[in-house]
């Protein structure tokens, strides 16, 4: 199963169907993504919650500006089927630096900035604008 695609597409609907909330099944990987989409301003927050069910499911809050999805694109980068990484010196600017890049890397999921800060490559994971 594709952990990081299943969150992008729910993330995509959900912000093209102009839903308030979506729910993804919880994982430390997803919660990464969800860190960096809160502190880039794409989304308004998220949390741990328990399903009816009893698992534990990741409550995302979409954000809008003016009736528009703050998240305008989001898509893959590197596939379970082939794995794109990067150095530090070579980590991709998305949109000239309007946009944001998900890397993987030893010290967890970061940003595209905050590995180039700590001189840090990895597996290029999602962009978003």
């Known amino acids: 199963m594709d952990v990081v695609g299943d969150f992008i ?15 993804a099944q ?3 990987v997803r919660v ?16 741990k ?17 003016n009736g528009v ?9 590197g596939t379970p089927g082939r794995r794109r990484y990067a150095s530090k010196e070579k980590i991709p600017s998305i949109l ?3 946009g ?6 030893s010290r967890g999921i970061l940003s595209g900035k905050e590995a180039k800060q700590l001189g840090l490559g990895g597996e290029l994971m999602c962009y978003v604008l």
């Open 100 to 105: 944001e890049c998900v890397l993987s890397t």
């Open 32 to 47: 990464g993504i969800a860190r960096i989409l809160k502190s880039g301003g794409y989304i308004k927050d998220f949390a």
């Open 9 to 23: 597409t729910i993330l995509r609907n959900a912000s093209a169907a102009n839903k308030i909330v979506c729910y």
């Open 26 to 28: 919880w994982s430390a």
């Open 96 to 98: 000239g630096g309007m």
């Open 49 to 65: 919650e328990q399903s009816a069910g009893g698992h534990a499911v990741l409550k995302v809050l979409l954000k809008y500006v």
């Open 69 to 77: 999805p703050a998240v305008t694109e989001i898509g893959r980068i």
